[in-house]
């Protein structure tokens, strides 16, 4: 049941969850109205697999002005965010980022308004190539997020700065890490979102399904290798590594914190435009500002998380649950694509492996460095939506096991999507 005394973006979020798009978009005609002071002529949310804690579409006011508009919500989180939008930071640092024409920063109204513009996501030109591979046009995709991923580490090595505690504690990206593991009534790492999606569940994988006490202590086997920390471990460990007290050794940078494609504009074919800073700050952790981009850009393609139903059409998972030995078994054909390993390759020749061999320079790269980055990229897919069959993101039983395993493999290291992780020195 929607709370018709939410704030009115809040409650166009609830309203197109529920799919009630006319409702949803007549509640953000009169919330823009409200902040640009101009009638809402005309409004289309899209319905993209992309914003899983966001609206977003196109507007046209009584001037004629049209305007792409974003509201990114963060359920039970909106008193903590104090300044939710910081394009001008980033601009100031020579980011290329879009600002904002109108913005409301207030808890349930945190909604922005550009500048239409006639190009595409990032995000959206790479899901066509995969749907429709192109040898001419891969070169190009992979050059604009080489250069991007260069500009990200010049900004990342000349903005990086020794910083507090107490600093490191105000980032807004920690929303998207610490504060969906913990809470005040549950125990360290099962909290936040961890308590909402999976506590007291039962997990279906493939033809299996196992009660939650028994899936977050089981050990997993994957495509033949064996990972050692359970998803009560993993989420145990994220929640000890990713606390802001705990990334404060390491130095922190001037970043988006949340750049991955689909907050990228694509123009003139290979120039690259950050929007949508929900969570960019001066003081993030060096090791945290690149996992969202990293993990979203790459990990998540293609279909598994943001399209679960083509996903079952792609891919075989077999799971087998061995419970003498409390083992969880999965065998799964994915693999990246020739464009997201490419994509891979720039983030860690451009991006990854500069900035460890700097922080281990200046002697500020912290033992544990390859658990935070392993870690980090477990907690992007089991923490930005529910990864159980039939949850909130709607997945099904054969994408949920794969998420499951490719979100365990990263977290655990060693072999397998996170081998990478341990030669970056």
């Keep these: 049941m929607m709370d018709n005394q939410a704030p009115l973006a809040a409650q166009a979020n609830t309203l197109a969850k529920q799919g009630q798009w006319q409702q949803a978009s007549d509640k953000l005609a009169l919330l823009i109205a409200q902040i640009t002071g101009h009638t809402v002529q005309t409004i289309q949310i899209n319905r993209d697999q992309y914003s899983l804690n966001s609206l977003n579409g196109f507007t046209q006011l009584d001037t004629d002005e049209a305007l792409f508009f974003k509201y990114h919500h963060e359920e039970g989180e909106e008193k903590s965010i104090e300044e939710y939008y910081r394009a001008e930071l980033l601009r100031n640092y020579g980011f290329p980022v879009d600002l904002p024409l109108y913005a409301c920063k207030e808890p349930g109204r945190?909604?922005?308004?550009?500048?239409?513009?006639?190009?595409?996501?990032?995000?959206?030109?790479?899901?066509?190539?995969?749907a429709h591979p192109d040898a001419t046009t891969l070169p190009k995709l992979i050059k604009a997020q080489q250069?991007?991923?260069?500009?990200?580490?010049?900004?990342?090595?000349?903005?990086?700065?020794?910083?507090?505690?107490?600093?490191?504690?105000?980032?807004?990206?920690?929303?998207?890490?610490?504060?969906?593991?913990?809470?005040?009534?549950?125990?360290?790492?099962?909290?936040g979102r961890v308590a909402k999606f999976y506590l007291d569940k039962t997990i279906k994988l493939g033809q299996q399904s196992l009660d939650w006490s028994q899936f977050s202590r089981y050990r997993w086997q994957i495509n033949g290798i064996h990972y050692p920390f359970t998803v009560a471990e993993l989420f145990s460990q994220s929640a000890q590594r990713l606390a802001p007290q705990s990334l404060a050794d390491h130095g922190a940078i001037v970043a988006h914190g949340d750049a991955h494609n689909a907050n990228v504009w694509f123009e003139d074919e290979q120039t690259l435009t950050l929007f949508d800073p929900a969570f960019a700050g001066e003081n993030i952790p060096a090791l945290l500002a690149e996992i969202k981009a990293t993990f979203h850009n790459i990990f998540a393609h293609p279909y598994w998380l943001y399209e679960p139903d083509i996903a079952q059409e792609h891919y075989q998972v077999e799971v087998r649950i061995d419970h003498p030995t409390q083992q969880i078994v999965v065998q799964h054909n994915w693999q990246l694509t020739d464009l997201r390993q490419a994509f891979l390759d720039s983030k860690i020749n451009n991006y990854w492996r500069p900035l460890i061999a700097q922080l281990k320079a200046q002697q500020s790269l912290p033992e544990h460095y390859q658990q935070v980055i392993q870690l980090a990229l477990f907690c992007c897919p089991t923490l930005v939506l529910d990864l159980t069959a039939n949850g909130y993101g709607q997945h099904n039983q054969q994408s949920s096991a794969l998420g499951w395993a490719i979100a365990v493999a990263l977290g655990n290291g060693g072999q397998g999507p996170g081998q990478w992780i341990s030669q970056l020195l």
Aim: glycine share 4%.
């Design 110 to 130: 945190q909604l922005l308004l550009y500048r239409k513009r006639h190009t595409e996501r990032f995000a959206d030109v790479c899901r066509r190539w995969e």
């Design 147 to 191: 250069q991007l991923d260069q500009l990200t580490l010049t900004k990342a090595r000349n903005s990086l700065h020794r910083v507090s505690v107490q600093q490191v504690k105000q980032e807004a990206i920690h929303q998207l890490f610490y504060h969906r593991l913990v809470d005040d009534h549950h125990p360290l790492g099962l909290g």
